[in-house]
C-alpha cells in the first residue's frame, strides 16, 4: 500500500513538473560578427540557457507566481544573437540580443548580458494590462526585477531621481523597489492585477495614495 501511494505520489509530482517546465533555446545567428564571436568566447549556449531558466524562477519568485494558473502558459522562451543595433527586446516568446552591443561593451560583458537577460525575461512573463498600462511602467518592472536580482550596472540613476514616476527603466525601477518597501510584494500584486487591465487606482488599492502622493513622497524622502 505504501510502495503504492509513494508511486503515485511520485508519477503526480512529476506531473506537476512536466506541466510548469519550461525549454529554452539559443540560437546565434551572427556568429561572422566580432560580437558574435564575443558571445561564443566569453558568455556562450550553456551559460545562457542556465541564466534563461534562473532567471524565470526568480521572476516567478518575485511575482509570487508559485501556482501556474497565475503565470503565461509559455513552454519555451528562444533567444536569438542577432545582428541588430540598440541593445535587445522580446516578443512574444522571443529574446533577440544584439551583436554590436554585445562587441562594444567595455566592461564585464557576461554580467551585463545576464542583466539584460533578466529584464527581457521580465518581458517574457509580467502582465501588461492588455496593452493597457503605461510603457513606462512595463519598462520599469522589468528594471526591477534587474535590480532585485543584483544585476544592476552603476551607470543607474540613484534613488529619488527622474522627472516622472512612469519615466520607464532605472527611474521607475527605483520608485517602484520603494513603494515595495512600503508594503512588501507590492510589485508582485500591481502585476497581479494587471493580468486583467490596469488602472492608476492600483497604487491607492494597495498602498493608499495616488501614483502621483507616491511620487512627491519619494522624491521628498531623497531631497529631490
Known amino acids: 500500500m505504501f510502495r503504492h501511494v509513494?508511486?503515485?505520489?511520485?508519477?503526480?509530482l512529476l506531473a506537476i513538473n512536466t506541466v510548469s517546465a519550461v525549454d529554452?533555446?539559443?540560437?546565434?545567428?551572427a556568429t561572422a560578427t566580432a560580437g558574435g564571436a564575443r558571445f561564443i568566447t566569453d558568455i556562450g549556449v550553456d551559460y545562457s540557457k542556465q541564466t534563461l531558466a534562473s532567471?524565470?524562477?526568480?521572476?516567478?519568485?518575485?511575482?509570487?507566481?508559485?501556482?501556474?494558473?497565475?503565470?503565461?502558459?509559455?513552454?519555451t522562451v528562444n533567444l536569438f544573437i542577432d545582428v541588430m543595433d540598440g541593445v535587445a527586446y522580446s516578443v512574444n516568446d522571443e529574446i533577440?540580443?544584439?551583436?554590436?552591443?554585445?562587441?562594444?561593451?567595455?566592461g564585464?560583458?557576461?554580467?551585463?548580458?545576464?542583466?539584460?537577460?533578466?529584464?527581457?525575461?521580465?518581458?517574457?512573463?509580467?502582465?501588461?494590462?492588455?496593452?493597457?498600462?503605461?510603457?513606462?511602467?512595463?519598462?520599469?518592472?522589468?528594471?526591477?526585477v534587474r535590480l532585485k536580482a543584483n544585476y544592476a550596472p552603476s551607470h543607474?540613476?540613484?534613488?529619488?531621481?527622474?522627472d516622472r514616476w512612469d519615466q520607464g527603466y532605472d527611474v521607475t525601477a527605483k520608485f517602484l523597489d520603494y513603494c515595495n518597501d512600503l508594503r512588501n510584494g507590492f510589485v508582485?500584486?500591481?502585476?497581479?492585477?494587471?493580468?486583467?487591465g490596469y488602472s492608476a487606482q492600483y497604487f491607492v488599492d494597495l498602498l493608499g495614495k495616488t501614483v502621483d502622493q507616491l511620487w512627491t513622497d519619494y522624491k521628498a524622502r531623497y531631497g529631490q
Open 6 to 12: 509513494y508511486v503515485l505520489s511520485l508519477l503526480v
Open 24 to 29: 529554452y533555446t539559443v540560437t546565434n545567428r
Open 55 to 75: 532567471a524565470t524562477d526568480f521572476i516567478w519568485e518575485t511575482f509570487q507566481q508559485s501556482n501556474a494558473a497565475d503565470r503565461k502558459n509559455i513552454q
Open 96 to 106: 533577440h540580443v544584439s551583436d554590436s552591443y554585445i562587441a562594444s561593451y567595455s
Open 108 to 144: 564585464d560583458v557576461r554580467t551585463e548580458i545576464t542583466g539584460v537577460l533578466y529584464h527581457e525575461m521580465t518581458h517574457i512573463w509580467q502582465w501588461n494590462g492588455n496593452g493597457q498600462a503605461p510603457g513606462g511602467l512595463i519598462e520599469g518592472i522589468a528594471d526591477f
Open 156 to 162: 543607474w540613476v540613484q534613488p529619488g531621481q527622474g
Open 188 to 196: 508582485a500584486e500591481l502585476n497581479k492585477k494587471m493580468m486583467t
